[in-house]
């Protein structure tokens, strides 16, 4: 085997390997829109109008909340415990459990006189 044959032979093996690797990751994006998408669905099915506004809005403050939440409901609804559709009374009451409870500041001014 002659060098120029070894290199087209490299150079060919290179070609595959990144061909394998663009495929896969077009394979594991499209499997993450389609998993989106399946949860879009079952929110949509499951939340009021009024319950995914609020989801909505707590997902542009708060994403990682948003996220608990909508694993939350998405376990709920696989599971078969899900009686119904979440309104925005239930899915505030989803909230307080998965929010941690907020430290409550208190300032308290001093007069010079109190110094």
Known sequence: MTAPEQ??????EIRRRKMAELQARVAEEEEKRRAEAERAAVLRVVLTPEARQRLANIKMARP?????????????????????QITDDLLRQILEKIMPPKKETKIVRLSKDEL
């Open 7 to 12: 290199e087209d032979e490299e150079l060919e």
């Open 64 to 84: 990682a909340v948003a996220e608990a939440i909508e694993n939350y409901i998405m376990n709920l609804a696989r599971s078969g415990n899900l009686r119904g």
